[in-house]
Nanobody, 126 residues
Framework: QLQLVESGGGLVQPGGSLRLSCSAS????????LGWFRQAAGKEREGVSC????????VYATSVKGRFTISRDNAKNTVYLQMNSLKPEDTAMYYC???????????????????WGQGTQVTVSS
């Protein structure tokens, strides 16, 4: 059974940093594109970042470009999201997602992914 588990969320002051982790079990991530998504209260889920199965392609939402970095460690079966210079508008539940694909690119569209974690809350507030 495919399972994704996020961790690393919490409360941080504006300008601070957090690193989210998403560990997979029941399958190996080698052939999966991976994405991070977030959903703020009362808003739709939006794409934050993704990384292709090879790791050679990454995509970022305009709102996080230059502040967030996605990476993957296939040996640890884990994908990370390093978040720097956090802003109050980054407050949301963050989800990781995976899809098995042979494409060399990835997309930050929720409809493209079929396995999801349960989410980890990130709150940016002073």
């Amino acid at each position: 059974q495919l399972q994704l588990v996020e961790s690393g969320g919490g409360l941080v002051q504006p300008g601070g940093s957090l690193r989210l982790s998403c560990s997979a079990s029941g399958f190996t991530l080698d052939y999966y594109a991976l994405g991070w998504f977030r959903q703020a209260a009362g808003k739709e889920r939006e794409g934050v970042s993704c990384i292709s199965s090879s790791g050679g392609n990454t995509v970022y939402a305009t709102s996080v470009k230059g502040r967030f970095t996605i990476s993957r460690d296939n040996a640890k079966n884990t994908v990370y999201l390093q978040m720097n210079s956090l802003k109050p508008e980054d407050t949301a539940m963050y989800y990781c997602a995976a899809v098995r694909t042979g494409y060399r690119l990835c997309m930050i569209l929720p409809s493209e992914y079929d396995s999801w974690g349960q989410g980890t809350q990130v709150t940016v507030s002073s």
